[in-house]
């Protein structure tokens, strides 16, 4: 079992920064990929960036290429998020996630962390 608890989420006005930080414990696997996704009122779930726990190896959505940056600290168990010239349309609550695939089919996931961008 893999547990993750998130953190940092908050109100922002737009073009402001947050970071988010998932604090992983329980059996970790060197092969996973934790990842960060992301949930809008009345939206389907949408995935963010993504980070393989051995390699370090990221890839992010089009969407947040060159303004959100996912990292981790092995030594600390932690997956952060760094969110930069935040929109509007980044308002959402934001999971972290653990599984085999980089993309999709994770297996586990955090309760998640509300981000509220204002205009």
């Known amino acids: 079992q893999v547990q993750l608890v998130e953190s940092g989420g908050g109100l922002v006005q737009a073009g402001g920064s947050l970071r988010l930080s998932c604090a992983v414990s329980g059996r970790t696997f060197s092969n996973y990929y934790m990842a960060w996704f992301r949930q809008a009122p009345g939206k389907e779930r949408q995935f963010v960036a993504t980070i393989k726990w051995s390699a370090g190896n990221t890839y992010s959505a089009g969407s947040v290429k060159g303004r959100f940056t996912i990292s981790r600290d092995n030594a600390k168990n932690m997956v952060y998020l760094q969110m930069n010239s935040l929109s509007v349309e980044d308002t959402g609550v934001y999971y972290c996630?653990?599984?085999?695939?980089?993309?999709?089919?994770?297996?586990?996931w955090g309760q998640g962390t509300q981000v509220t961008v204002s205009s």
């Open positions: 996630a653990a599984g085999p695939n980089p993309i999709d089919g994770h297996t586990f």
